[in-house]
């Protein structure tokens, strides 16, 4: 069965450097988020989409983070200028409920995460 | 502002033994609560959701989890744990567009 799958599993790069980390949903999902996961802390939300909509880029912590999801289902969140406090795993979650209306939504099922180390 | 907290940071039971672990929420409005388990390198998974109805939930892997609306707490429980069980675990509550405000988490240990 296929779950939420992020690519690459590991990053490293250099103080500076552009990254881009990929995120599939769930086919048919139309809610993705992005979370930053520190060592040792729960995940903090950055971004969230319905659709190729982004509603909600609160918690993106500067405007170096930039995410994107133009077909309504792969996204990408993209980081420039890579800073060591950057250095996180980042998660990639998905959900089968919409933003508008109705009930709570379901649950949000998880990737596996990108471990981001900037050096 | 919608949160939670974790109190303990690790939780010690021995295999076989009842294990709690806590969480405590602030938030306006109905909460909707959940609880996701993180094994090392690895995504979180589902456990269980309390939205509404009864007060004790059930969820994957013989866990479930006890609502209190007065205590504003949420405490996950399992009546008999297992070495397999150990395991960072976090509590969360959905706030505004749905995004999940997680606790800080608090790691399990289950000692043979």
């Known amino acids: 069965g296929a779950g939420v799958s992020q690519s690459p599993r590991y990053k490293v790069a250099k103080r500076g450097q552009d990254v881009a980390l990929r995120c599939d949903p769930i086919?048919?999902?139309?809610?993705l988020f992005w979370y930053q996961q520190a060592l040792g802390q729960g995940p903090e939300f950055l971004t969230y989409?319905?659709?190729?909509?982004?509603?909600?880029k609160s918690g993106l912590p500067s405007d170096r983070f930039f995410a994107e999801r133009p077909e309504g289902s792969v996204s990408t969140l993209k980081i420039q200028r890579t800073q060591q406090e950057d250095s996180a795993v980042y998660l990639c979650?998905?959900?089968?409920?919409?933003?508008?209306?109705?009930?709570?939504?379901?649950?949000?099922?998880f990737g596996p995460g990108t471990r981001l180390t900037v050096l | 502002a919608q949160s939670v907290a974790q109190p303990e940071d690790q939780v010690n039971v021995a295999e076989g033994n009842p294990l709690t672990v806590k969480c405590t929420y602030s938030?306006?409005?109905?909460?909707?609560l959940f609880w996701y388990v993180q094994y090392p390198n690895r995504g979180l998974q589902f456990l269980l959701k309390?939205?509404?109805?009864?007060?004790l939930v059930k969820g994957s892997y013989g866990f479930e989890a006890e609502f209190n609306k007065s205590q504003t707490s949420f405490h996950l429980k399992k009546p008999s744990a297992l070495v397999s069980d150990s395991a960072l675990y976090f509590c969360?509550?959905?706030?505004?567009?749905?995004?999940?405000?997680f606790g800080q988490g608090t790691t399990l240990q289950v000692k043979p």
């Open positions: 979650a998905s959900s089968s409920r919409g933003l508008a209306g109705g009930p709570a939504y379901n649950e949000q099922f």
């Open positions: 086919s048919g999902h139309v809610s």
């Open positions: 989409f319905q659709n190729e909509a982004q509603l909600d």
């Open positions: 938030v306006s409005g109905n909460p909707y």
């Open positions: 309390y939205i509404t109805g009864d007060n």
């Open positions: 969360a509550v959905r706030a505004l567009a749905g995004k999940l405000i």
